[in-house]
């Protein structure tokens, strides 16, 4: 079931105004638009891009 706006920031923990411009500078998870401008996630997306946007809590000496 696709995602809304909403429930991503809630799965993300950052304000809406983050996740607007993460999404105006390319760095948010991939969205779909629908006719009438609904904005909708794919969870697998989601899923996928907070994985790629983990920071390495790995120390390298």
């Given at each position: ?7 991503v ?27 009438g ?5 794919r ?19």
């Open positions: 079931m696709p995602l809304t706006k909403a429930d920031l809630m799965m993300v923990g950052v304000s809406k105004a983050t996740l607007d411009r993460w999404t105006r500078e390319g760095l948010g998870p991939t969205r779909y638009v629908l006719p401008g609904s904005v909708r996630y969870p697998e997306d989601v899923a996928a891009w907070q994985e790629a946007s983990r920071i390495s809590s790995k120390v390298v000496r």
